[in-house]
Nanobody, 123 residues
Framework: VQLVESGGGLVQAGGSLRLSCAAS????????MGWFRQAPGKEREFVAA????????YYVDSVKGRFTISRDNAKNTVILQMNSLKPEDTAVYYC?????????????????WGQGTQVTVSS
């Protein structure tokens, strides 16, 4: 399994970024995918997830209405569109795969992780 994130960067508060995660090495269309983030000195936290067929999406309360997760099973890609960014969104963002359909919000449910992409939001 290989997951490669891209799209991070530096943006001013109120701006937008689009994160992409390219997956390979497994049957992408059969597995839920998630985005997590980790700020310095903090634990990794759930941000958003999407079911294998995009029929369900899940968000942490702090990003609802601002972030949108989507997937393209033909391209083995999952996207996190982030709008109205805030300084507290600053973190390294990781995509991960939930191969066995376990608890969608738990870090421990995800078997493989990307290397992460830095998102920095300035005030």
């Amino acid at each position: 399994v290989q997951l490669v994130e891209s799209g991070g960067g530096l943006v001013q508060a109120g701006g937008s970024l689009r994160l992409s995660c390219a997956a390979s090495g497994y049957t992408f269309s059969s597995s839920a995918m998630g985005w997590f983030r980790q700020a310095p000195g903090k634990e990794r936290e759930f941000v958003a997830a999407i079911a294998w067929n995009a029929g369900y999406t899940y968000y942490v309360d702090s990003v609802k209405g601002r972030f949108t997760i989507s997937r393209d099973n033909a391209k083995n890609t999952v996207i996190l569109q982030m709008n109205s960014l805030k300084p507290e969104d600053t973190a390294v963002y990781y995509c991960a795969v939930n191969l066995w359909g376990r608890s969608i919000r738990a870090v421990s449910s995800y078997e493989s992780w990307g290397q992460g992409t830095q998102v920095t939001v300035s005030s």
